[in-house]
């Protein structure tokens, strides 16, 4: 829930800073210029190479296991 709520946040500011916007197009395209950054900062993962690798060492027959059940 903690995802959903910063979004919000993160969107609620951007247009809140705005006082007025000179058409109706103007809100949509700011806040889907927001959206494409959050897309941006969502996929980036740290570490994630170091966790796969963890995974795989200490979980890999499990992770292979629920795999082949799907």
Known sequence: MRTVESLHMSLRKIIKTRGSFPTEEAPIKL????????????????????????????????????????
Do not use: S
Request: charged residues 30%; aromatic residues 12%; positive net charge.
């Open 31 to 70: 806040l889907y210029l927001a959206l494409t950054k959050t897309v941006e900062k969502w996929e980036t993962v740290q570490h994630w190479k170091q966790m796969l690798n963890y995974l795989d060492t200490f979980c890999g027959e499990r992770i292979r296991a629920a795999g082949a059940r799907r």
